[in-house]
C-alpha cells in the first residue's frame, strides 16, 4: 500500500549560534544564526535525495519558531507534524558551537533544559499517522532529554511499530545528557522493536560494553535483538580540518558485512551532522533498493563524507551530486577539477 511519507522523525530542533570562522564563543561578539537537530538532519538529507519526509517535533509559537518553521520547509520537509507551544515559558533550544583549529579541538556549549519538546503530547496526533510511513527514525537523544520526552518517544516508536513501520534508531549517545549506564538500560528495553540501527564502536565498546571487533559486536545486536541492519561509522581525525570517513553495514538476514575504501583526507568546513548526513544516505539507498545494504552503505558513506564540507548542520547534496561522489569514488581513473 502506498505511504504518504518515505521516512518521518522525531525530535528536538535547536538554534545553532556560532562565532565566524575560527572565533572562539567566550571572546567573540558575533554569532551566526542557523537551524539544526539530529533527526531533522537525517529528514533533510532524505529528501533532497528525493523521497517525501516530515519531522514530529513542538516549537514556541513565536518569531523564532517560525525561523525553523521556514528553514523546515526550504529543505523540504513537511511541517504536516510540527504542533506550536503557546505558553508563556515557551523556548527554543539552543547550542553554541565553536569550530576547532589543530590542536584545539572543536567545542559545543547547550541551552536546551525546559525547552517546548518537552511538551511533545501524541495525543496531538491523529492514529492515521503511525501507519503513513514506511521508515520512523528517531534518536538517544530524544530519550536522554527528560522523563516526559522519552516516554513520549518510546511509545512513539511502539505505536508506529504495531502499524508495520519499520524502525530506524540511532544511539547517537551525549554524555552531557546522560549516563552510559542510563543509556543502555533505556535503550535495550526499545531495541527489540528496532529494524535498522546506528551505534558507533566506541559507543558499542564503552556505553554497551561489547566486547571483541567490530563486526562481532554488530553481530552480537543483530541476534540479541532481531535488527535487520546494523550500521556504524568509521571516522578517523588527523586533525581537526583533516578527516577519513567510511563506514561497515551489517545485514542480518543475508548475514553480510558491507564496507569499502573510506573517503580519505577529507577537507573538513564543518563535521556537525555529517553523522547525520550519512544516516540519511543509508536510509535513502534502503527505501530506493527494498533494501539493499550495499547501496546504502555507498549512499551513507557519500553523503556522510561531503556533508564535512559544508557549513550548518544541515546536509545541501542532490542525488546527481552523490551519484556522482560515488561514481568517482569508485573510479580508479583520472578526476575532473570542476564540475561544469
Not at 252 to 265: A, G, H, L
Request: aromatic share 10%; hydrophobic share 35%; proline share 3%.
Amino acid at each position: 500500500m502506498k505511504k504518504n511519507f518515505d521516512l518521518l522523525t522525531m525530535g528536538e530542533i535547536l538554534l545553532r549560534l556560532s562565532p565566524s570562522n575560527n572565533e572562539r564563543i567566550d571572546r567573540g561578539d558575533i554569532f551566526y544564526k542557523q537551524v539544526g537537530g539530529a533527526e531533522l538532519n537525517v529528514a533533510s538529507g532524505v529528501s533532497l535525495l528525493g523521497l517525501r519526509t516530515g519531522i514530529l517535533s513542538k516549537l514556541p509559537e513565536n518569531s523564532l519558531g517560525r525561523y525553523v518553521k521556514n528553514r523546515i520547509r526550504f529543505c523540504g520537509v513537511s511541517d504536516d507534524y510540527l504542533t506550536y507551544d503557546n505558553d508563556d515559558d515557551k523556548r527554543l533550544g539552543i547550542y553554541y558551537y565553536e569550530n576547532g583549529a589543530y590542536p584545539r579541538k572543536p567545542n559545543v556549549v547547550y541551552d536546551r533544559s525546559h525547552t517546548s519538546i518537552h511538551k511533545l503530547d501524541l495525543a496531538d496526533y491523529l492514529p492515521e499517522m503511525y501507519a503513513s510511513t514506511r521508515i520512523f527514525h528517531t534518536t538517544g537523544i530524544m530519550l536522554a532529554l527528560g522523563s516526559q520526552a522519552r516516554s513520549t518517544t518510546i511509545e512513539a516508536i511502539k505505536r508506529f511499530k504495531e502499524q508495520g513501520t519499520l524502525i530506524s534508531f540511532d544511539v547517537n549517545f551525549r554524555g552531557n545528557l546522560w549516563t552510559g549506564e542510563e543509556a543502555k538500560e533505556t535503550i535495550e528495553e526499545i531495541l527489540p522493536l528496532v529494524d535498522i540501527f546506528f551505534c558507533s564502536e566506541d559507543t558499542a565498546r564503552l556505553t554497551f560494553k561489547k566486547e571483541g571487533d567490530l563486526a562481532k559486536m554488530m553481530k552480537e545486536f543483530a541476534l540479541e535483538y532481531n535488527i535487520s541492519v546494523v550500521a556504524s561509522t568509521q571516522r578517523i581525525v588527523h586533525s581537526p580540518k583533516v578527516h577519513d570517513f567510511g563506514s561497515v553495514i551489517y545485514d542480518s538476514k543475508k548475514d553480510i558485512y558491507y564496507e569499502e575504501e573510506p573517503y580519505q583526507n577529507i577537507d573538513v568546513v564543518d563535521r556537525i551532522g555529517s553523522g547525520d548526513a550519512y544516516i540519511s544516505g543509508v536510509l535513502y539507498g534502503l527505501l530506493a533498493t527494498d533494501m539493499d545494504c550495499k547501496v546504502a552503505m555507498q549512499f551513507g558513506n557519500a553523503t556522510g563524507a561531503v556533508k564535512n564540507t559544508i557549513p550548518g548542520d544541515l546536509p545541501s547534496s542532490t542525488l546527481e551530486e552523490i551519484e556522482r561522489i560515488i561514481r568517482e569514488h569508485q573510479s580508479t581513473g583520472p578526476k575532473l577539477e570542476m564540475d561544469r
